[in-house]
Nanobody, 131 residues
Framework: QVQLQESGPGLVKPSQTLSLTCTVS??????????WSWIRQPPGKGLEWMGA???????YYNPSLKNRTSISRDTSKNQFTLQLNSVTPEDTAVYYC???????????????????????WGQGTQVTVSS
């Protein structure tokens, strides 16, 4: 049974960098052919896919966040990490990590998931951006 667990600060000040880690157990993040994503849900809004890192280490980003987002991994710890720069109160959300057996779709220079058919999810962590 694969389990994902998000960790990181619950409160971040505006203009700072948000850093979250997803620790995976029950399976390796290098296992072919899985894709490990960060997804968030602002209060009162729908899910937003932020980006993913593949089993190979390749990364994919939502173009609306690409300039502020970086996803990396530590294979020795079986973790992957989200960094979101220059946060504002609009980045307040519950942040989830999740696994998908399929890569994001690609169209006209844009990566996306049109369906949130992720097979394993973390429980989510609340992040509030406030001074």
């Amino acid at each position: 049974q694969v389990q994902l667990q998000e960790s990181g600060p619950g409160l971040v000040k505006p203009s700072q960098t948000l850093s979250l880690t997803c620790t995976v157990s029950g399976g390796s993040i290098q296992t072919h052919f899985y894709y490990w994503s960060w997804i968030r849900q602002p209060p009162g809004k729908g899910l937003e896919w932020m980006g993913a890192i593949a089993y190979s280490g390749s990364t994919y980003y939502n173009p609306s966040l690409k300039n502020r987002t970086s996803i990396s991994r530590d294979t020795s710890k079986n973790q992957f990490t989200l960094q979101l720069n220059s946060v504002t109160p609009e980045d307040t959300a519950v942040y989830y990590c999740a696994r998908n057996p399929d890569p994001p779709e690609y169209y006209s220079g844009t990566y996306y998931y049109d369906k949130y058919e992720f097979d394993y999810w973390g429980q989510g962590t609340q992040v509030t951006v406030s001074s």
